[in-house]
């Protein structure tokens, strides 16, 4: 299992992907309109024959640009970390981010692919079909947003403004917890931006916000592909340690729970009061 290109073939390696992921967009969109059934998962969320169509066209797409790199999808077969833990270099990918967000119409759902090598997302494309908005980003290069027809331009994270007043903060749309009630109280007057998928990661990769916190379950496909783009647009995502998440290593494909910002998460770790005693 060879290891991923660099510098410019990185970049041409990203737009490739970046064309398969809006492949898959556009089989999402094919039934977003429709009445699609919706059934349930073992974890209870839910699964549509959308999910199961981008899953399709991105296995097959991704297979064709590297046989030797195994795909793990969301959709896809479990595959037993004995056999994960040997994998080098491998695609993760979410093909519909935010189903509930498809499933409520609302538009704030995403299709994910991340190159992982060594555990860490080396390449991340994040596309919005409805918004028909791309962010992707890669270690060798910058981060970029193109929207619909627009050329691409370059992203980075706000400067980082741990003592401002009024930071923003990227919030989920379909997730809440107490215990972020309370670490938002401790932060203090903020201005929170409600969003679904993986498009709050993106938030505070162009500078939109200043910080996203995670307090609830996520799973490594859920935030791989917006990690990439994060750290290629000059930001962290770490667990609330400040250490870097990393990807495939145990059994488990949960996260734990982290913190999306610009240098060092120490500063808002402490005025969020997390990790809380």
């Not at 290891?3 to 094919?30: C, F, N, Q, R, Y």
């Not at 994060?230 to 667990?239: L, Q, Y």
């Not at 870097?244 to 290593?249: I, P, V």
């Amino acid at each position: 299992m060879h290891a991923p290109p660099k510098d410019a073939a990185l970049t041409a390696l990203m737009h490739e992907v970046s064309s398969l992921a809006d492949a898959a967009g556009h089989a999402i969109l094919e039934l977003y309109e429709t009445r699609f059934a919706v059934t349930e998962k073992a974890d209870h969320s839910p699964l549509t024959e959308a999910d199961l169509a981008a899953h399709r066209i991105l296995v097959g797409g991704l297979s064709d640009i590297d046989p030797d790199w195994p795909v793990l999808s969301e959709e896809g077969q479990d595959v037993p970390f004995a056999r994960r833990r040997q994998w080098s270099t491998y695609w993760l990918i979410d093909p519909l981010d935010g189903t509930r967000e498809f499933v409520k119409r609302n538009g704030e759902f995403t299709v994910n692919v991340a190159l992982i090598h060594n555990h860490e997302p080396v390449l991340g494309v994040v596309w919005c079909p409805v918004l028909k908005r791309l962010y992707a980003g890669h270690r060798d290069g910058v981060a970029i947003r193109r929207d619909e027809d627009q050329a691409p331009r370059t992203i980075a994270v706000a400067r980082e403004r741990i003592g401002t007043d009024h930071p923003v903060v990227a919030g989920s749309r379909s997730h809440g917890a107490e215990r972020l009630k309370l670490a938002l109280d401790r932060l203090g007057p903020h201005e929170l931006v409600s969003m679904g998928s993986s498009m709050k990661l993106c938030l505070v990769a162009e500078g939109a916000a200043d910080i996203y916190p995670r307090l609830g379950p996520t799973s490594e496909w859920d935030t791989a592909a917006a990690h990439a783009v994060v750290r290629a647009a000059g930001g962290r995502v770490t667990d609330l340690q400040g250490q870097e998440l990393r990807y495939n290593t145990r059994e488990s494909l949960l996260n734990p729970e982290f913190l999306v910002c610009a240098g060092n998460p120490d500063g808002w770790l402490r005025r969020l009061g997390l990790p809380e005693a």
